[in-house]
């Protein structure tokens, strides 16, 4: 059973451009959460999705950021206009659902952003 | 507000001996609280996880030790090992709030052989 991928691993973008971060939940599992992780810091919640809704999106900035998870295919965090401030690791997490006490997230390995 | 705090910021221990970190709440309307381990360059791997309505979970060399009054939680890790070197993270968890996973800061925990 494949686990949470996440691509790419690694992207370096210049200040003013867009990221397009992917995260392919594992299988079975319907909801995605986005989290962020400065150097030296713990991670920060961002966004919760489950397919073709935005559940939760209060930790993530108001302007830029968006994420979508759609019917078919990856959960996307799209940074708009990238700032160096924006240069972190991002994790996605898959979980089961709330349904039935599945609390459980299972974290992909993360994609590390660099603006320069 | 850091709603967990964990401590110690970085650990030394030797190898066999014994990895005590430590996590405070302030929230009693959390109900759920893994720990993650991390290597460098990788993510975030679920360790073990306690309810509230138990007061100790083992698995293996790890035990979750949960003091409702006390609003704290910790992490032992037995008969520590160089492998066991890795960052550590607490977090906690509501029902009513999506599950959306609220960290410590982490603890670096380094074994020497």
């Known amino acids: 059973n494949a686990g949470v991928m996440q691509n790419p691993r690694h992207l370096v973008r210049r200040r003013g451009q867009e990221a397009r971060l992917r995260c392919s939940p594992m299988k079975g599992h319907s909801h995605v959460y986005w989290y962020r992780q400065l150097p030296e810091e713990g991670l920060k919640f961002m966004v919760y999705?489950?397919?073709?809704?935005?559940?939760?999106e209060s930790g993530m900035p108001k302007e830029r950021f968006s994420a979508e998870f759609p019917k078919e295919g990856p959960s996307i965090l799209r940074i708009q206009q990238v700032v160096r401030g924006d240069s972190a690791a991002y994790f996605c997490?898959?979980?089961?659902?709330?349904?039935?006490?599945?609390?459980?997230?299972?974290f992909g390995p993360g994609t590390r952003l660099t603006v320069t | 507000q850091q709603q967990v705090k964990q401590s110690p910021q970085s650990l030394i221990v030797q190898k066999g001996g014994i990895s005590i970190i430590n996590c405070a709440y302030e929230?009693?309307?959390?109900?759920?609280f893994p720990w993650y381990q991390q290597f460098p360059g990788k993510g975030p791997a679920l360790l073990i996880a306690?309810?509230?309505d138990v007061s100790e979970k083992k698995e293996g060399r790890f035990t979750i030790s949960f003091n409702k009054s006390a609003k704290q939680f910790s992490l032992h890790i037995m008969d520590s090992q160089p492998g066991d070197s890795a960052t550590y993270f607490c977090?906690?968890?509501?029902?009513?709030?999506?599950?959306?996973?609220?960290w410590g800061l982490g603890t670096s925990l380094a074994v020497n052989p």
């Open positions: 997490a898959s979980s089961p659902g709330l349904a039935g006490g599945a609390y459980e997230q299972y």
């Open positions: 977090a906690a968890s509501i029902a009513g709030n999506n599950r959306k996973l609220i």
């Open positions: 306690i309810r509230p």
């Open positions: 999705l489950q397919k073709e809704n935005i559940i939760d």
């Open positions: 929230n009693t309307a959390f109900d759920y």
